[in-house]
């Protein structure tokens, strides 16, 4: 079984800059593709980004292009998503999924464990 948590969230001004991280504790998640996505009050979950299993290709919605930059780390079982230039429509809970097909899917209906999320506060 796969058990993803979520650090790093809080509260941020906008322009600021926030670190995420995703710890997978038993099994490995080196060989699964894994995403970031994001649900806001009242709102759907939307993707924000992913990575394939080796780390060689990553995956962004437009939204975040150029602001935010996901990574892994196999030997460590992590991955993680920095967020930089920060804005108040960033404001989400964040949640870590891993897809254990290991091909890439911007929709959360392939993924097959999720972190609890992380609350992420960007203030004007």
């Known amino acids: 079984q796969v058990q993803l948590v979520e650090s790093g969230g809080g509260l941020v001004q906008a322009g600021g800059s926030l670190r995420l991280s995703c710890a997978s504790s038993?099994?490995?998640?080196?060989?699964?593709?894994m995403g970031w996505f994001r649900q806001a009050p009242g709102k759907e979950r939307e993707f924000v980004a992913g990575?394939?299993?080796?780390?060689?290709?990553?995956y962004y919605a437009d939204s975040v292009k150029g602001r935010f930059t996901i990574s892994r780390d196999n030997a460590k079982n992590t991955v993680s998503l920095q967020m930089n230039s920060l804005k108040p429509a960033d404001t989400a809970v964040y949640y870590c999924?891993?897809?254990?097909?290991?091909?890439?899917?911007?929709?959360?209906?392939?993924?097959?464990?999720w972190g609890q999320g992380t609350q992420v506060t960007v203030s004007s």
């Open positions: 038993g099994r490995t998640i080196s060989y699964y593709s």
């Open positions: 999924a891993a897809d254990i097909s290991g091909y890439y899917s911007d929709s959360p209906d392939p993924y097959d464990f």
């Open positions: 990575i394939n299993w080796s780390g060689s290709s990553t």
